[in-house]
C-alpha cells in the first residue's frame, strides 16, 4: 500500500472499518464523530480528487446521528460507505454518470445498497462514475499524484477510499473496474464472482457479465463487507494451518508489464515459497487469449439492450466510446451473439476444471503504475478473463513503484468460491508484510 502520509493528517477517518467498527462498538467514538472528519477530509481534498457525485454533508451527519440512537444491527453499524453511482437510492440522485440524468432520482433502491443499510451502515453519499461504467475516463484523479487517473469507472469509489474520505465504498467490474480502480488507487478491491453479491435493481446491467466489488483499506474490512453483502450473519474464519496451491499466471501479457510490476510478482512469489506455499507456474492455454472477441460481442450486445430506453431518446447525449459500442452491437445478429455466449460457457467449464487444481492463482492487477492524465484508455489485460470467467479476484496493493506509485498483485480464485479467495488473500497479505519492516514494498 503506498504511502498516503504525504497528502496530510486525517482523524478518524484515517480508521479501517474493522477498527472504526471496534471503537463505535465501545462507545469510544460514534458515527457522528466519524462522519465529520470524512466530510472535513471532502472538504479539504475533493476538488482536486474529484471522487463524488453527490454529497450532502447535512443530510450525512443526521444519519449518522440517528444511528447512533438505535441498537447495532451490524459490526459495520454506523460506518460510512460511498455508493457508485450506477445503484439506485430513493433519498439521493442516481446519474450513471449521464448528463440528461444528472440529478435524477429514481425513487426505488439497488437490493446491495437495501443490505447495507438494513445492516446500519450510512449511505455516505454517491461516487463518481463513467457513463454507465463505460472505460472512456473522466475527470476523478489519484490523490497519490494529482496528475494520474484513478482508473475507470469505479474511480470515485477507489479514490474516496484512498483518499480516507471515506472508510468503505462499492462499485462495479466489465473488465476491470474494480482490480484497476484499486490497483491504480493502492487499495483493496474485491470482485465477487457473477452472482456473488445480489444484483437485483442494477440499472442497466449487462446480465452476464457486470459483476459487483467493494473497495476497503485491509482485507478483514472485505471479509466483514461481503459477509453483509451476502446475508451472512458473521465473516467465515481459516482456523486450521494451510499450505495453499497457487498457480502463477504471467498471461501472454507478461512482456507488456513494467519492471516493477514484475518484480512485484517475483518478490510475491519468493515470500510465498518461504511460508511453505506450493507453487506452480501456468500458462494458459491460447484459446483463453482468443475469447476478447466473444467478450466484446456478448458487452456490446447486452449493452444495447439494457440502454435500450436511452438509445431511442438520448443517442446524440452518449460519449464517443458508448455510442461506437452502440453502433457495432446494431451491426450484430443474433447467431452471432448466441455463438459468443457459447463459446463463453464451454470456456468457463474448462476453466473451472483448471482452477478447481488450485487454491489460488497470482497475477498482475496492472501493467504498470497508474499513468499521467485522464485520457489514455488501457485495455484490462490481466482482469477482464477473470471477469468473462466468472472467477472472485483480489487487489493486494502493498507495493510501490519508482514513481511512488501503488503497484499490485491480484489474486483469482474458482468461480462460487468467493470466501475461500478472501480468507487466502488475507494469509497471503500476512505473509507480505510480515516480511518487510514497513509498507509499502518498494521496488
Known amino acids: 500500500m503506498a504511502d498516503l502520509s504525504k497528502v496530510g493528517p486525517f482523524g478518524l477517518n484515517g480508521l479501517t472499518a474493522t477498527a472504526a467498527s471496534r471503537k463505535l462498538e465501545s462507545g469510544e467514538i460514534t458515527s457522528e464523530a466519524l462522519v465529520s472528519d470524512c466530510l472535513l477530509r471532502i472538504k479539504e481534498r475533493n476538488t482536486d480528487v474529484n471522487a463524488w457525485a453527490f454529497i450532502d454533508p447535512e443530510r450525512a451527519l443526521e444519519q449518522a446521528r440517528a444511528i447512533d440512537k438505535i441498537p447495532r444491527r451490524s459490526l459495520l453499524h454506523g460506518v460510512p460507505i460511498g455508493i457508485k453511482d450506477v445503484f439506485d437510492t430513493p433519498d439521493m440522485p442516481t446519474g450513471h454518470g449521464f448528463k440528461p440524468y444528472k440529478g435524477k432520482m429514481w425513487h426505488a433502491e439497488s437490493k446491495c445498497v437495501s443490505l447495507l443499510r438494513d445492516a446500519g451502515l450510512l449511505i455516505f453519499g454517491k461516487t ?26 469505479s474511480s470515485g469509489s477507489a479514490a474516496a477510499v484512498a483518499d480516507y474520505m471515506v472508510t468503505l465504498a462499492n462499485g462495479t467490474q466489465t473488465g476491470g473496474s474494480v482490480i484497476g480502480p484499486a490497483a491504480s488507487n493502492g487499495v483493496y478491491g474485491f470482485k ?41 450473519k458473521r465473516a467465515a474464519h481459516l482456523d486450521v494451518e494451510i499450505r495453499p496451491r497457487i498457480a502463477i499466471v504471467r498471461t501472454a501479457s507478461w512482456s507488456d508489464a513494467e519492471r516493477c510490476v514484475q518484480n512485484a510478482l517475483n518478490y510475491t512469489i519468493s515470500v510465498l515459497e518461504k511460508a511453505g506455499a506450493y507453487l506452480e507456474d501456468v500458462q494458459l492455454p491460447r484459446r483463453f487469449d482468443d475469447l476478447i472477441n466473444d467478450f466484446s460481442v456478448v458487452n456490446a450486445w447486452e449493452g444495447r439492450r439494457a440502454l435500450a430506453m436511452e438509445v431511442k431518446n438520448n443517442f446524440s447525449e452518449f460519449n464517443g466510446y458508448n455510442r461506437e459500442r452502440i453502433r457495432f452491437s446494431d451491426s450484430l445478429s443474433e447467431k452471432e ?107
Request: proline share 7%.
Open 192 to 232: 465477487a464472482s457473477l452472482d456473488g453479491i445480489d444484483r437485483t435493481g442494477f440499472r442497466h446491467c449487462k446480465p452476464s457479465i457486470d459483476t459487483i466489488g467493494l473497495f476497503a483499506r485491509s482485507i478483514d474490512d472485505l471479509i466483514l463487507l461481503r459477509s453483509i453483502n451476502t446475508g451472512q
Open 337 to 443: 451473439f448466441l455463438r459468443s455466449s457459447s463459446l463463453l460457457n464451454s470456456a468457463r467449464a474448462k476453466m473451472d476444471k483448471l482452477a478447481s487444481n488450485f487454491d489460488l492463482f497470482l497475477t498482475p492487477s496492472l501493467p504498470g503504475e497508474a499513468p499521467i492524465g485522464t485520457t489514455e484508455l488501457r485495455t484490462p489485460v490481466y482482469t477482464r478473463l477473470w471477469t468473462q470467467m466468472y472467477m472472485p479476484a483480489i487487489n493486494l496493493p502493498l507495493f510501490e513503484g519508482p514513481n511512488n506509485m501503488p503497484v499490485n498483485v491480484q489474486l483469482v480464485g474458482r468461480n462460487n468460491f468467493d470466501a475461500q479467495v478472501l480468507l487466502l488473500a488475507k494469509w497471503i497479505d500476512d505473509r507480505l508484510r510480515e516480511s518487510v519492516q514497513r509498507l509499502p514494498i518498494r521496488l
Open 128 to 153: 463518481i462514475t463513467t457513463e454507465f461504467a463505460c472505460p472512456q475516463p473522466i475527470g476523478t484523479m489519484n490523490p497519490h499524484n494529482f496528475e494520474r487517473t484513478a482508473s475507470v469507472s
